[in-house]
Structures are given as structure tokens and as C-alpha cells.
């Protein structure tokens, strides 16, 4: 006896499906069509939302965004709380791993 195994996906739910919209060769495909859909979805409806919207005032986003925020100098905290420092660790680690496992 031989059985022949279709690749035939559909979105996958508790619900019966009521047909069958598009059939795609394999799950990772219809992952990738979703992905794109999503993303295209999202990218346009942000474009539309800034578009009608009115940007914020300098006021309400300071302590929001980096660029609006005063800075303390680095001279007077502990050096675990220096990103300069901490990004010199992660960097040191990162280039010593890449070595070590090449």
C-alpha cells in the first residue's frame, strides 16, 4: 500500500476551515507570505497614522528620548554602570569568542 503525502497548508486554528484560500507548498512559504503581508500591513499603517497625526512637542518627550535628555558625566558613577565600559566587556568577550570557536 502507498500513500502520497501532499504539501497543502492552511492558517492553522481550532475552527474548521470554510475553504481553502491559497495553497502553499510548504509551512515555511506560508510563514513568509504572512511575514511579508504583516509587514506590509504594519509599514502602511504607521506611514498613515504620522501622516494625520501631529508630532510631539520638545517638552513631553525629554526624559523620552535620547537626544532631548540631559546627561550626568560618567566620572562620578561606578563602572558597571558606564556603557562605555560595559560595551568594552561585550566587545572584548565577542571578538575573544569569534577567536576561540572560529
Not at 507548498?25 to 501622516?51: K, R, V, Y
Request: net charge neutral; aromatic share 10%; with cysteine.
Amino acid at each position: 500500500m502507498h500513500y502520497e503525502l501532499t504539501a497543502v497548508t492552511g492558517v492553522a486554528s481550532l475552527l474548521p476551515k470554510i475553504a481553502i484560500v491559497h495553497s502553499y507548498p510548504s509551512d515555511m512559504a506560508q510563514n513568509f507570505w504572512g511575514a511579508i503581508a504583516a509587514w506590509t500591513a504594519c509599514f502602511g499603517a504607521t506611514a498613515a497614522i504620522s501622516l494625520v497625526t501631529k508630532p510631539r512637542s520638545d517638552g513631553e518627550l525629554r526624559g523620552l528620548v535620547y537626544g532631548l535628555t540631559p546627561h550626568s558625566s560618567s566620572g562620578q558613577v561606578s563602572w558597571h554602570h558606564r556603557p562605555a565600559v560595559l560595551a568594552g566587556i561585550v566587545l572584548t568577550l565577542t571578538v575573544a569568542l569569534n577567536i576561540l570557536f572560529w
